[in-house]
């Protein structure tokens, strides 16, 4: 699979720093990305009676934690660190 820009990036760090199932992952990260999800659940949350703002608030604060950058970015660290470490 051919990955663009910021997951192109971290796919090559993790092929680099050795890391199986690389595709896999970066493939994980594009799908928390995807917007279509949290529309849906901020959706599911309206739907089920929640205040839109507050159905908003909480679908942003899902979002950056299981999906933001900053989470990605951390875990290629993490593996990168770790290969140094076997070095």
Known sequence: MEFIGK????YNRLIEA???????????????HNDIIWEQKLSELINKGM??????NKINIL???FAGDGKCERF???????NQKIK
């Open 63 to 65: 979002r950056e934690a």
């Open 51 to 56: 205040d839109t703002r507050t159905a908003l």
């Open 7 to 10: 997951y192109e990036n971290w």
């Open 18 to 32: 050795g890391y199986d199932g690389a595709e896999d992952k970066v493939k994980s990260f594009m799908e928390a």
């Open 76 to 82: 290629v660290q993490s593996v990168e660190k770790s």
